[in-house]
């Protein structure tokens, strides 16, 4: 069976950012089978209650076509729905959390839908998703049975190399615990996720940390379905303003530059949100993969994270890179230490 790859054509790469930042019925524009292929693309990326949401706050609903607005609303009312389960399993996290003194942070998405956007049904999650501290990721999982979340069966085990344990689940709500990773054991340039207070909730990463994650997020998933991502990354962007400096030098730190260079490039390029272009080029100039092979990269992730299913030849390609700079840059931090 040959498998069918739908990927953006110039004129949805045109009208990206309109139809998703400022005005949905923007899509009515297209030509029908770009406006299909970028139903598709929404859909995969989670934003179709968002663009509800956004079509409803501007006023647009009668400029989109009654199918594709009912397919909007009924992903935000099933938004709402989840929303509020994700909102009940957090507190019970957080509750066992202090019960035991376990460090706890919100990380990555979860931090956007409960920090950054105006309230969690605004950033639709797949899973709760929390770093935990002092090597206690075990205990809390643990302790979390006895509020009815339990672990999920996998056909592929999780290995020690992996940075969060096995996902849990409670009325189809996921919860994943992370810990660092090894590659961040030298030491993480993160903060230490806190002990809990008795009240108030869980905190997040400052800004510009949280901007490194959510780039090296994207690298993580290989560009595929990482349009979410980016909008979150115009959102961290817009509304917490981070100190450009600090984003940069905790790319070097982490050993994250490629990461954090490609995300703000395809950010800038395909959203058009605006990033400082000294950000740019310093990050550039230290992507150990040259020339060529950075604009091979960029070319590769751009079509890989506006198409559905991403092409397995684009994922190898992304691997490889990845794993060739990730090589470059450790040798490079271990020459210069």
Same mark, same amino acid.
């Given at each position: 069976?040959?498998?069918? *790859?739908? $990927? ?21 524009? @297209? ?17 179709? $209650?968002?663009? &509800? ?14 199918? !594709?607005?009912?397919? /909007?609303?009924?992903?935000? @009312?099933?938004?709402? $729905?989840?929303?509020?389960? &994700? ?59 006895? *509020?009815? &979340? ?19 689940? !409670?009325?189809?709500? +996921? ?14 340039? /993160? ?37 979410? +991502? ?13 100190? /450009? ?5 905790? $790319? ?28 740019? +080029? ?56």
């Amino acid at each position: 069976m040959t498998r069918t *790859y739908t $990927a953006a054509s110039s004129e949805v790469l045109r009208n990206l950012s309109v139809i998703l930042l400022e005005n949905p019925a923007a899509i009515e524009h @297209l030509p029908h089978a770009d406006a299909k292929s970028l139903e598709r693309v929404l859909e995969a990326n989670g934003l179709e $209650a968002s663009l &509800f949401e956004l079509a409803r706050k501007h006023g647009v609903e009668g400029l989109i076509t009654p199918e !594709r607005l009912s397919a /909007w609303r009924l992903s935000k @009312l099933m938004s709402e $729905a989840r929303s509020q389960a &994700f909102q009940e399993a957090l507190k019970d996290v957080a509750k066992a959390a202090r019960g035991l003194e376990i460090p706890l942070r919100l990380f990555r998405g979860t931090q956007m839908a409960f920090e950054v956007y105006p309230t969690p049904e605004h950033r639709p999650l797949t899973s709760l998703e929390l770093l935990v501290g002092g090597g206690r990721e075990a205990e809390l999982q643990t302790a979390l049975r006895k *509020y009815r &979340f339990f672990e999920l069966d996998t056909l592929t085990p999780i290995s020690p190399e992996h940075h969060h344990l096995p996902p849990l689940e !409670r009325d189809g709500v +996921l919860v994943t615990l992370f810990r660092l990773s090894s590659r961040d054991a030298r030491p993480a340039p /993160w903060e230490a996720p806190p002990h809990l207070k008795i009240s108030g909730s869980i905190p997040g990463f400052k800004s510009a940390a949280l901007m490194v994650l959510l780039c090296d997020e994207i690298a993580e998933r290989k560009y595929s379905h990482s349009l979410r +991502l980016l909008r979150d990354l115009h959102e961290a962007t817009r509304r917490l303003s981070p100190d /450009w400096r600090q984003v940069v030098q905790l $790319a070097i730190e982490s050993e994250r530059t490629l990461e954090v260079f490609a995300a703000l490039s395809l950010l800038e390029e395909l959203l058009g949100t605006p990033v400082p272009a000294e950000v740019l +080029l310093e990050l550039k100039t230290m992507v150990s993969l040259g020339k060529p092979g950075t604009k091979l990269f960029l070319k590769v992730a751009r079509a890989t994270s506006l198409s559905t299913p991403a092409p397995h030849r684009h994922i190898e390609i992304l691997t490889r890179l990845l794993c060739q700079a990730s090589r470059k840059t450790s040798a490079q931090m271990r020459h210069s230490s």
